[in-house]
């Protein structure tokens, strides 16, 4: 088994804290400034090379993704530690189907403080989710 650990964190900034590209009536209630962080633990298992006998050929087999995103500027009067409104987060689990290329069921769960992308984009919510997840690949690989 090969166990491969990826990390990552940055700052995302949004064109409408320098006012320019914003809808109208976003400046002041959405969070221009983003705190992002991933961390992703990959599980690979061995098999057996059908072709070339005693080499060994990796696919995966379980991941676990934690991403979380922190509104780091000032909006909407909330203060730099309200968690409520400021934090996302979410967990998911992969495991790949042995059967099928490129394709897991997926199980996760997460906290919106402030939605990305949604109209209710000011809504605070936890959710849950299952389902399939798969590569764009379109059965061009191997």
């Known amino acids: 088994m ?3 650990q990826y990390k990552t964190i940055g700052v995302e900034i949004h064109s409408g804290l320098f006012g320019k590209g914003s809808a ?9 400034v ?21 080499n060994k050929l990796f696919a995966n087999w379980q991941r676990l993704q934690f991403d979380f995103t922190y509104i780091a500027d000032k909006y909407e009067n909330y203060k730099a530690f309200n968690i409520k409104k400021r934090l996302n987060v979410s967990l998911k689990y992969y495991y790949h189907l042995p059967f099928l290329q490129d394709v897991s069921i997926l199980a996760g769960g997460g906290y919106r403080g402030q939605d990305d992308y949604n109209i209710s984009f000011q809504s605070s919510y936890g959710y849950g ?6 590569g764009l690949s379109f059965l061009l690989n191997k």
């Open 129 to 134: 989710i299952v389902g399939l997840a798969s």
């Open 34 to 54: 983003r705190v992002n962080g991933s961390y992703m633990l990959n599980l690979a298992k061995a098999y057996d090379d059908p072709i070339k006998k005693d």
């Open 2 to 4: 090969i166990i491969n």
């Open 24 to 32: 109208a009536g976003l400046p002041g209630r959405y969070g221009w």
